[in-house]
Nanobody, 119 residues
């Protein structure tokens, strides 16, 4: 069993910052990559940022230069630092991980954390 738990969401004014955290726990061999997705009300879920086990990162064009994804292997945690927040960043943010278990790789999701940016 693998669990992902996000935290750090909340209400912030436009131009402000938040840092999201996602802790991975449970029984697994390794983590191949981790991602942050978001889903705004009435819209499809979209990929925001991803980081590989080697530290390579990718970002959606809409957040480049404002968001930064990082990982702490010792803490089994991935972070999303969000700066210069805009109202359009308002969404539920989900953590996602490709996790290797004895049976092979599987995809796991957290429960989501709400980010609300007021203008």
């Amino acid at each position: 069993q693998v669990q992902l738990v996000e935290s750090g969401g909340g209400l912030v004014q436009a131009g402000g910052s938040l840092r999201l955290s996602c802790v991975v726990s449970g029984s697994y061999l390794s983590i191949k990559s981790m991602r942050w997705y978001r889903q705004a009300s009435g819209k499809q879920r979209e990929l925001v940022a991803q980081i590989s086990s080697g530290g390579n990162t990718n970002y959606a064009d809409s957040v480049k230069g404002r968001f930064a994804i990082s990982g702490d292997n010792a803490k089994n945690t991935v972070y999303l630092q969000m700066n210069s927040l805009k109202s359009e960043d308002t969404a539920i943010y989900y953590c996602n991980a490709d996790v290797q278990r004895f049976q092979g790789y599987s995809d796991y999701w957290g429960q989501g954390t709400q980010v609300t940016v007021s203008s």
